[in-house]
C-alpha cells in the first residue's frame, strides 16, 4: 500500500512537472530571423520580443543564419548549417518558417524549379520529429530595395510568396502573411537598409505572431459539409482551403481558416473576390471564416437583398455566428448597406472601401462623378425602373439608412481615397459621415490622400483588422500586455549607440542609493525632464523642475517612445522603488493614442500602469495625470482622443490614488494650446510649458 502511494505521488509530480513545461518555439530563418543590423540582437531580434510577448509558459529559440537559402543548390543552403541540426534536436512544439528572401538572389534563383521540392523537404523533416510539432510558414516580408538589387523584391512578391501559400494549401499547414505588415511605403525606422527590419520593425513582427499563436481557440476549423457540398470545387486562397459551389444557381465560395476563433465568426464579402485580399487573410489567421455570396450586376436591389438572406440563413443554421462582418468595395457599399438596412440585428459591423453610397453619384454620374452609361443601364434593370427619373427620385440608397445603422449602433468603418473622381468622397462617405456625427454615431473614416479609387483597402490592413476585432469583441489590448520596448534611434534623445534596453537598465542604475521627494515616470516627455540620467541627451525640464522643488531631490523614468505596455514592464521589471520616492507622477499614454490604439484601450492601459504603480509603491503618494493634452485646438483628431482617455479615467474607482487631468493648465478659454508652451507637433512641451508643469507637480506634491 505504501508503494502504491509513492508510486501515485511520484507520477503525479511528474505530471505536474510535465505540466509546467514552457511550449518549445523554434524560429528557423535568415538574416531577418537572426537579427542582422539589430543593435543587442539578443534582446531585439523578433524572437526575443516574441519571447517577452509569449512570456515564461513559452521558450522560443532563435536558429535564424544570415544569408541562407531554402535551395539546396543555393549558394548558402539552410539545411547545411548547424543551426538547422540544432533546431531538430530542440524537438520544438512550434516550428516558425521564414526562408525564401536569399532564394531570389540571381545565383540561387536560376534553380527555383527546385524551391518547392527543397521546402517540402525542410517542412518534412520538422513534421517528422517526436515532439510532432505544429508547423506554421512565413512569407518574407516585403524588401524595398531598388531595382537591380541582388535581392529581388519583385520575386519575393509574385513568385516566393505564391509558392508559399501553396505549399501551405498542400500540406494543410498554417501559414502567416508576413509580407504587408510594414506596408508599401518604406519607413526608414522600420527597415533601415530596406531589408533587414529594426528592432522596432522586429516588435512589428514579434506582435503579429503573438496574435496568431495565441489566438482564443485550440480547435481546427469545424466540419462545414452542411454548407459546402460534396461536389464543391476546392481551391487554394493564400495557402487557406477554399470551397466554391453553386447554391440554386448562385455561386457562392467559403473560405475556412486553419483554427477557427471561438463563436465562429464570419465575414461576407461583396463584390470583386481575392481583390487586395490583406484584410480577408489577416481575419483568416484570427480565426474567421471569409465568404461571398454572387449579386454580380444587381447594385444592391432588392433581388441582391433576398439572395444574401437566404444565404446568410443557411450560413446561421450551419451554426455559423448569427452578426457577420459585412465588407463591400466600390459598388459593393450598396449590397452591404442595402441588405444592413433590413437586417441591422444580423450585423456585427460594416467595413465598406470607397463605397457607392447614392446611385445618382455612381453609376448615374449626376455629380463630380462621370458614372457609367453601362452600369446605369443594368442597375435600372436590376431595380426594375422605368427611367432615370425613377432612379433619380429612389429614397433607399446606403446614404438614406444612417439613422439605421446609427439606431443599431452598427460599427462602421469606410477607407476612401481623397483623389478618388469615380467615387466621389464628397458625394459617398462624405455625406454619410455627417449624417453619423448629427446622430452621435461613431464612424471611422481613414482617408489615404492623393489617391483615387484604385488601389483599394490599406497594404497593412493593421487599422482595418483590428476596427473588426474590436467590434466583434476578439481584439487583444495592447496596451495591458507587459513588454519590453524597442526603440532605436537616436531622434529618441539618447547617447550615441543606446537602445531601449540600455536606456531602461540606466534609469535602474540611476535610482540606486537614492532617496527621492519625487520620480517622475513616463516618456518622451517626462524624459526630458532629464534629472542626473546619463544615458540622454535632452535636459529641457530640469531647471524648472529644480528651481520648483529642489535639485537632487528628484529623478525622471521617462523613455521615449514608451506606451503603456512598455511602462507596466519597467514598472514590473525595473525596482523602482528602491528610491523609495515620497511622491510618484504618472504621465502616460499619447503614444498609444498617436498609434492605432483606441481610446478606450489606452485609458485601460493607464489604468493597468496606475494599479501597477500602486503595487510597487506601497507608501508613496501617487499621482496620475494620463496623458498630457496634445493637438493645438480643441478639435484636433488627437486632443479629441486625449478628452475621450480623461472622460474615462474621471470616472474609475483609483483606490489611494489621486488622478488629476492636466489639460486646463495649458489652454486658455477657447481650449486652444497657449502660445509658447508646446512645439511645432503640439505633443512635445517647450521649456515654458516644463515651468508651469514643474510648478503645477510641485503644488501637487505639498498638497
Given at each position: 500500500m ?12 511528474i505530471?505536474d512537472?510535465?505540466?509546467q513545461?514552457?511550449?518549445?518555439v ?6 531577418i530571423?537572426?537579427?542582422a543590423g ?5 534582446k531585439?531580434?523578433?524572437?526575443a520580443q ?8 513559452w521558450e522560443?529559440r ?5 544569408g541562407r537559402?531554402t535551395?539546396?543548390?543555393g549558394?548558402?543552403p539552410y539545411?547545411e548549417?548547424?543551426a538547422y541540426?540544432q533546431s531538430?534536436?530542440y524537438?520544438?512544439d512550434i516550428?516558425?518558417?521564414?526562408l525564401g528572401?536569399?532564394d531570389?538572389?540571381?545565383q540561387?534563383w536560376?534553380?527555383?524549379e527546385?524551391f ?6 525542410l ?5 517528422a520529429?517526436?515532439?510532432h510539432p505544429?508547423?506554421?510558414?512565413l512569407?518574407?516580408?516585403?524588401c524595398f530595395l531598388?531595382?537591380?538589387?541582388s ?5 519575393i512578391e509574385?513568385e516566393?510568396?505564391?509558392?508559399l ?12 502573411n ?16 530596406k531589408?533587414?527590419?529594426?528592432s ?9 505572431i503573438?496574435?496568431f499563436?495565441?489566438l482564443n481557440s485550440?480547435l481546427?476549423?469545424k466540419?462545414i459539409?452542411?454548407?459546402?457540398p ?5 481551391f487554394?486562397?493564400?495557402g487557406?482551403?477554399g ?6 444557381g ?7 481558416p486553419y483554427?477557427e476563433?471561438?463563436g ?7 463584390r ?5 485580399p490583406?484584410?480577408d487573410i489577416d ?8 465568404t ?5 450586376d444587381?447594385?444592391?436591389s432588392?433581388?441582391?437583398?433576398r439572395?444574401?438572406d437566404?444565404f446568410?440563413?443557411?450560413m446561421?443554421?450551419a451554426g455559423f455566428?448569427k452578426k457577420?462582418?459585412?465588407e ?9 448597406y ?8 444580423k450585423v456585427?459591423c460594416?467595413?465598406?472601401?470607397a463605397p457607392v453610397?447614392?446611385i445618382?453619384?455612381w453609376?448615374m454620374?449626376k455629380?463630380?462623378?462621370t458614372?457609367s452609361?453601362?452600369?446605369?443601364r443594368?442597375?435600372l434593370?436590376?431595380?426594375?425602373f422605368k427611367?432615370?427619373?425613377e432612379?433619380l427620385?429612389w429614397?433607399?440608397?446606403?446614404l438614406d ?7 443599431a449602433?452598427?460599427p462602421?468603418i ?6 478618388d473622381?469615380v467615387?466621389?468622397?464628397d458625394?459617398?462617405?462624405?455625406v454619410?459621415?455627417q449624417q453619423m456625427n448629427?446622430l452621435n454615431a461613431?464612424?471611422t473614416?481613414?482617408?489615404?490622400p492623393a489617391v483615387?479609387?484604385h488601389p483599394h ?6 487599422m482595418?483588422?483590428r476596427f473588426i476585432?474590436t ?12 513588454v519590453?520596448?524597442?526603440?532605436f534611434r ?6 550615441e ?5 540600455g536606456?531602461?537598465e540606466?534609469i535602474?542604475?540611476t535610482l540606486?542609493?537614492?532617496k ?9 516627455i517626462?524624459q526630458a525632464w532629464?534629472g542626473t540620467r546619463?544615458?540622454?541627451?535632452n535636459?529641457?525640464g ?7 522643488i529642489?535639485?537632487g531631490?528628484w529623478?525622471s523614468?521617462?523613455i ?5 505596455q ?8 525595473g ?17 498609444n493614442?498617436g498609434g ?5 484601450d489606452?485609458a485601460?492601459?493607464i ?7 500602486r503595487?510597487?509603491?506601497p ?7 494620463g ?7 480643441k478639435?484636433?483628431?488627437?486632443r ?12 474609475y474607482?483609483?483606490h ?10 495649458y489652454?486658455d478659454d477657447?481650449e486652444?494650446?497657449?502660445e ?13 510649458g ?14
Amino acid at each position: 500500500m505504501r508503494y502504491l502511494i509513492l508510486t501515485l505521488t511520484f507520477l503525479l509530480c511528474i505530471t505536474d512537472l510535465a505540466a509546467q513545461k514552457p511550449v518549445k518555439v523554434a524560429c528557423v530563418g535568415n538574416s531577418i530571423t537572426y537579427g542582422a543590423g539589430i543593435i543587442n540582437r539578443e534582446k531585439n531580434c523578433y524572437p526575443a520580443q516574441l519571447q517577452a510577448y509569449l512570456g515564461d509558459n513559452w521558450e522560443v529559440r532563435n536558429f535564424g543564419v544570415s544569408g541562407r537559402t531554402t535551395l539546396s543548390k543555393g549558394d548558402h543552403p539552410y539545411i547545411e548549417t548547424d543551426a538547422y541540426q540544432q533546431s531538430l534536436s530542440y524537438q520544438p512544439d512550434i516550428v516558425l518558417i521564414k526562408l525564401g528572401t536569399n532564394d531570389t538572389k540571381p545565383q540561387n534563383w536560376k534553380y527555383k524549379e527546385d524551391f518547392l521540392k527543397d521546402y517540402q523537404t525542410l517542412i518534412d523533416s520538422y513534421r517528422a520529429l517526436g515532439s510532432h510539432p505544429r508547423v506554421v510558414l512565413l512569407t518574407p516580408v516585403r524588401c524595398f530595395l531598388p531595382e537591380g538589387s541582388s535581392i529581388n523584391s519583385q520575386l519575393i512578391e509574385k513568385e516566393v510568396r505564391p509558392m508559399l501559400e501553396e505549399l501551405a494549401w498542400r500540406n494543410d499547414l498554417e501559414i502567416i502573411n508576413m509580407f504587408n505588415i510594414f506596408g508599401d511605403d518604406w519607413k526608414s525606422y522600420l527597415m533601415p537598409d530596406k531589408l533587414h527590419p529594426s528592432s522596432i520593425g522586429a516588435g512589428v513582427m514579434a506582435k503579429k505572431i503573438y496574435n496568431f499563436l495565441t489566438l482564443n481557440s485550440s480547435l481546427q476549423a469545424k466540419s462545414i459539409e452542411s454548407v459546402v457540398p460534396r461536389d464543391a470545387q476546392k481551391f487554394n486562397f493564400h495557402g487557406y482551403q477554399g470551397y466554391e459551389f453553386y447554391d440554386k444557381g448562385v455561386l457562392c465560395k467559403v473560405v475556412k481558416p486553419y483554427i477557427e476563433a471561438e463563436g465562429r465568426p464570419w465575414v461576407i464579402r461583396a463584390r470583386f473576390w481575392n481583390h487586395e485580399p490583406q484584410t480577408d487573410i489577416d481575419l483568416l489567421e484570427q480565426g474567421f471564416y471569409i465568404t461571398y455570396c454572387d449579386v454580380t450586376d444587381m447594385y444592391g436591389s432588392d433581388k441582391a437583398v433576398r439572395r444574401w438572406d437566404r444565404f446568410y440563413k443557411k450560413m446561421v443554421k450551419a451554426g455559423f455566428n448569427k452578426k457577420v462582418v459585412l465588407e463591400g468595395m466600390s459598388r459593393g457599399g450598396l449590397i452591404v448597406y442595402n441588405w444592413a438596412a433590413k437586417n441591422a440585428d444580423k450585423v456585427a459591423c460594416i467595413y465598406a472601401d470607397a463605397p457607392v453610397m447614392d446611385i445618382k453619384s455612381w453609376p448615374m454620374g449626376k455629380g463630380g462623378s462621370t458614372g457609367s452609361v453601362n452600369d446605369t443601364r443594368k442597375l435600372l434593370a436590376a431595380y426594375g425602373f422605368k427611367n432615370e427619373g425613377e432612379a433619380l427620385a429612389w429614397k433607399r440608397n446606403p446614404l438614406d439608412y444612417a439613422s439605421v445603422i446609427a439606431k443599431a449602433k452598427i460599427p462602421v468603418i469606410h477607407v476612401v481615397g481623397d483623389a478618388d473622381a469615380v467615387v466621389p468622397v464628397d458625394e459617398n462617405t462624405a455625406v454619410f459621415e455627417q449624417q453619423m456625427n448629427k446622430l452621435n454615431a461613431p464612424i471611422t473614416v481613414i482617408h489615404k490622400p492623393a489617391v483615387g479609387h484604385h488601389p483599394h483597402s490599406l497594404n497593412n490592413p493593421e487599422m482595418i483588422v483590428r476596427f473588426i476585432l474590436t467590434a466583434t469583441g476578439r481584439n487583444k489590448n495592447d496596451c495591458v500586455h507587459p513588454v519590453p520596448g524597442n526603440e532605436f534611434r537616436t531622434t529618441a534623445g539618447w547617447v550615441e549607440g543606446a537602445d531601449w534596453y540600455g536606456v531602461a537598465e540606466e534609469i535602474t542604475e540611476t535610482l540606486q542609493g537614492k532617496k527621492l521627494k519625487l520620480l517622475l515616470l513616463g516618456n518622451s516627455i517626462t524624459q526630458a525632464w532629464g534629472g542626473t540620467r546619463k544615458a540622454i541627451t535632452n535636459f529641457k525640464g530640469k531647471q524648472a523642475m529644480d528651481d520648483a522643488i529642489g535639485e537632487g531631490v528628484w529623478e525622471s523614468a521617462g523613455i521615449s517612445g514608451d506606451r503603456t505596455q512598455h511602462l507596466l514592464w519597467r514598472l514590473q521589471h525595473g525596482n523602482y522603488n528602491v528610491c523609495r520616492p515620497e511622491n510618484v507622477v504618472i504621465a502616460i499614454g499619447i503614444n498609444n493614442l498617436g498609434g492605432t490604439d483606441t481610446p478606450e484601450d489606452t485609458a485601460e492601459g493607464i489604468i493597468a500602469v496606475a494599479n501597477e504603480a500602486r503595487r510597487q509603491f506601497p507608501n508613496s503618494h501617487i499621482i496620475l495625470l494620463g496623458p498630457y493634452p496634445a493637438g493645438k485646438e480643441k478639435q484636433a483628431a488627437l486632443r479629441i482622443k486625449c478628452d475621450r482617455v480623461h472622460d474615462i479615467l474621471s470616472t474609475y474607482p483609483f483606490h489611494q490614488l489621486e488622478y488629476v487631468n492636466p489639460t486646463g493648465w495649458y489652454v486658455d478659454d477657447n481650449e486652444t494650446i497657449r502660445e509658447g508652451l508646446y512645439g511645432n507637433d503640439y505633443i512635445h512641451m517647450t521649456s515654458e510649458g516644463y515651468k508651469i508643469t514643474a510648478e503645477k507637480i510641485a503644488t501637487l506634491i505639498r498638497k
